[in-house]
């Protein structure tokens, strides 16, 4: 019953910014991790930024100083402000949410696509 929607991506040259945001509706459990994911062709799906529903925050290491991801957990969003974006940081990104102690779901949306060129 979970669903996500994604908005944000777009294409942006080197140095640009992007700020995507993912909304959870549904029947969202007290203590859950969300946020948001990436895959390059040819590469496993990494994670980019997530929070969890008290606040803490957990980044990929090639982000860090460079995104941030914040979180409504009254409105379940998320949001991944990112910036000095590179060409790297180019793929479908997928926001996720989860549900911790229990398991009870585990949410994908449909991918938004980012790309990042001169």
């Known amino acids: 019953q979970v669903q996500l929607q994604e908005s944000g991506g777009g294409s942006v040259q080197p140095g640009g910014s992007l700020r995507l945001s993912c909304a959870a509706s549904g029947h969202i459990s007290d203590l859950n991790f969300m946020g948001w994911y990436r895959q390059a062709p040819g590469k496993e799906r990494e994670l980019v930024a997530g929070?969890?529903?008290?606040?803490?925050?957990k980044y990929g290491d090639s982000v860090k100083d460079r995104f941030t991801i914040s979180g409504d957990n009254v409105d379940n969003t998320v949001y991944l402000q990112m910036n000095s974006l590179k060409p790297e940081d180019t793929g479908v990104y997928y926001c996720n949410i989860r549900s911790l102690r229990p398991s009870l779901y585990d949410v994908w949306g449909q991918g938004t696509q980012v790309t990042v060129s001169s």
């Open positions: 929070i969890f529903s008290g606040g803490v925050t």
